[in-house]
């Protein structure tokens, strides 16, 4: 695998955990006068109306470097606000609350633009402000949402009354906006948020299976194989003992065993472990809708996703070729380039552009491999920080699916909170439209070792948007659930590499937490009426789950450096797509639209039943968990299974297992339900959210609703 374009984990220190470093805090967005003449005149003369709350959070844990280039070239969008927001507010409310006469009754984009959307005077207003500033205005969404400019940082920076400069944070260099933006004319009490005055934005939310290297992909060759797994499918084994000694101690592990040999090469059980298509369909019980027809057809899954691939159609071809999947073609597969501007060189979060790639890989290929017979409309925006939410609204606008598929996420709390709300409204005008949008809910947890506080992944914790969370899944030998724990790993490590005689570690060395599903309560948006039963104020992440957890990741199929290659990869951006394509499936179904997902979570049967529509997913300990002692000379010192598992962090139920990693060699002891402070539990959880859905009994159950 070419790991020049990926920023991989280190041992002890993930890569996904900065790389879902992005933006938004809490605050109500409004735009505010700075100063009024002093004449009596109604026509006095506007100094000024400031954009609030337009300043990015993440700079005031970051070094300013000085002054951005002036000469620089940069694009900007003015997000104009919407008209009559109350009003939309009662309809959304009124469209998911069963027995309104508006229950489910969407409007056309239309109709939502002749009563809501920004009017075309204003947008014309922006226009000859922008160009009397010396911008050039690029793009004039459909909807008169925002208009897109571009110009030389001087420029913006006059335009805009604000100073641009750069930063570095976390070993890393963005540029961002000092203050909040003015706008000295009275089209400035029409605009509610500037994007792209900084570069910290949206990444992608996956997560790779390593400890201490970058996975290593395994060549194909085209047309080898007409079916099979490449990756060993039996993750989770019984109780082992290990022992490691060397000259200072012995060492003796016992306990559950993860992951297939490292010396194995034989095909189809590559380790550690990795799922193919059919594994989880039989494991989420789809089987029996496939069987009936339903299988997402007539229905459009739309995946947004920033810089492109070029060759994601030829990979997901062979793709499915190898897991007997229809082939994407002109009538099932459609890329559509959203407008923008490329003003980055490189994606700062992945290394390069290219590191998209991966992510759009696990996208196409998992949505089609969940709904087979949906089309795919794969709509990429030109930069991951600038303008992917742009891609969104280009999106909902054209109506391309009645489900949105979104892999990415920011942290609330890092970025510009004005455009947090903007996208909110973006998502209410999808929601009344009957869009389903689904978010990733992060890969960090609950952020605190990443920011230092927290928070919650935007814009999933919108409530106009569905937030999908992880587990970590085993299987029995047919491919039916074993168990599944919510996502969360914690790394020990015991002995170190192969090549050094795999010596024992005295004592154990923690490395913590790795990373998992992200969840907790908004720090910006109000507990929305169909949370109504859980605690507090504010709105809850996530929603529903489904399979996150790279260790028990599943198989994609890309060309790295010109090769067909497989790996296996997990995060929350593997539990979306595979969220969207039930949902896509359902929808089917029930013949209509069914909008937002999240509201309708909330009214279906969870339990630990398998006929339930939703399979409520309990974290409970292992009887082998792993325990070990280690003698030096005459001192014997006893490790529990607990302080092999640490950090804790209130966490009572959990796996943990013995680990040889293919990529490093050393052994560890791996946990799976230990995801920092979130914990997994009966009912509604901050990991797992209602639990995951369960195929043919979760479709039914929504479609008659």
């Known amino acids: ?88 507010d009662r309809l959304a409310k009124q469209q998911r609350t069963r027995g309104s006469a508006q229950y489910h009754r969407w409007i056309t984009q239309a109709a939502f633009d002749a009563t809501y959307a920004p009017i075309a005077r204003d947008v014309a207003s922006f226009e000859h402000y922008a160009t009397a500033h010396g911008l050039a205005v690029l793009y004039v969404a459909a909807d008169n949402s925002y208009v897109k400019v571009s110009g030389t940082v001087a420029a913006i920076e006059q335009a805009f009354k604000t100073q641009i400069d750069t930063f570095t944070f976390d070993g890393r260099s963005y540029y961002a906006n000092r203050g909040d933006p003015v706008i000295a004319d009275a089209v400035g009490a029409h605009v509610e948020a500037i994007g792209g005055l ?8 996956l997560a790779y299976p390593t400890a201490t290297e970058a996975p290593a992909a395994q060549p194909i060759a085209v047309g080898s194989r007409s079916n099979g797994l490449f990756f060993e499918s039996q993750c989770f084994r019984g109780v082992h003992t290990q022992a490691f000694t060397d000259s200072n101690a012995k060492a003796t592990y016992t306990g559950n065993r993860y992951g297939a040999d490292i010396g194995n090469t034989a095909s189809g059980s590559l380790p550690p472990c990795g799922y193919q298509p059919s594994e989880l369909q039989t494991a989420y019980g789809m089987s029996p809708l496939y069987a009936a027809g339903y299988d997402g057809s007539g229905q459009t899954i739309v995946i947004t996703d920033a810089f492109g691939s070029a060759t994601i159609q030829s990979d997901a071809n062979l793709f499915s070729k190898i897991y007997g999947l229809p082939q994407l073609k002109a009538s099932n597969f459609q890329v559509v380039n959203a407008p923008g501007t490329l003003n980055f060189p490189g994606n700062r979060y ?30 990429i925006a030109p930069n991951s920080g600038a303008d992917i939410d742009e891609a969104v609204n280009f999106a909902v606008v054209h109506h391309y699916g009645n489900t949105i598929s979104n892999s990415w996420s920011e942290v609330e709390g890092f970025g510009n909170p004005a455009r947090l709300q903007r996208d909110n409204r973006i998502l209410e005008e999808a929601a009344v439209q009957g869009i389903d949008v689904n978010f990733s809910s992060g890969d960090s ?13 935007f814009p999933g914790s919108s409530p106009y948007a569905t937030a999908v969370g992880g587990t970590s899944l085993a299987l029995n030998p047919d491919d039916t659930i074993a168990f599944q724990t919510g996502w969360g790993n914690n790394l020990t490590r015991i002995a170190d590499k192969a090549s050094l005689g795999s010596p024992p570690d005295d004592p154990p060395l923690p490395l913590g937490f ?92 969870s339990a630990n039943d398998t006929t339930d529509p939703i399979y409520d997913v309990v974290s409970s300990s292992s009887p082998g968990n792993v325990t070990g002692s280690i003698t030096a000379g005459n001192l014997t010192t006893n490790y529990s299974a607990d302080q092999l598992a640490s950090p804790l962090d209130g966490t009572t139920g959990y796996y943990s297992a013995l680990y040889n990693s293919p990529y490093s060699t050393r052994w560890f002891v791996l ?26 009994y979760f479709v039914d159950a929504l479609s008659k609703l």
């Open 1 to 88: 695998m070419n790991t020049s374009s990926r920023d991989f984990s280190v041992e002890g220190r993930p890569g996904g955990r900065r790389n879902r470093l992005m933006i938004a805090t809490a605050c109500a967005l409004t735009a505010m006068l700075l100063s009024a003449s002093a004449g009596a005149s109604a026509a006095a003369a506007i100094t000024g109306y400031r954009i609030a709350h337009n300043t990015p959070g993440f700079i005031a844990h970051a070094k300013d470097t000085g002054a951005l280039d002036p000469s620089q070239t940069i694009a900007v969008t003015v997000w104009l606000r919407l008209r009559n927001t109350a009003q939309l």
């Open 198 to 205: 900084d570069d910290y934005g949206f990444s992608p939310d």
């Open 350 to 379: 992945f290394g390069s552009p290219a590191g998209w790639a991966d992510e759009i890989t696990l996208d196409v290929e998992w949505a089609h491999a969940m709904a087979p017979g949906a089309k795919i409309v794969l709509v």
């Open 445 to 457: 947890g609950d952020f605190a070792a990443a920011v230092g506080f927290k928070t919650v992944g």
């Open 514 to 605: 790795q990373f998992g599903a992200g969840g907790g309560p908004s720090l910006t948006f109000a507990k929305p009426d169909w949370q109504s039963a859980l605690p507090g104020t504010m709105r809850w992440v996530p929603d529903v789950s489904m399979l996150a957890d790279p260790y028990t990741g599943v198989e994609v199929i890309e060309t790295i450096n010109g090769v067909p290659s497989v790996f296996t990869i997990g995060g929350t951006s593997l539990a979306c797509p595979t969220f969207s394509a039930m949902m896509a499936i359902a929808a089917q179904t029930a013949g209509h639209p069914l909008g937002q997902a999240a509201p309708l979570m909330y009214q279906l049967a």
């Open 671 to 696: 946990t799976f339900g230990t995801d920092s402070s979130l914990t997994t539990g009966p009912g509604w959880d901050d990991v797992t959210g209602v639990g995951t859905p369960n195929g043919d």
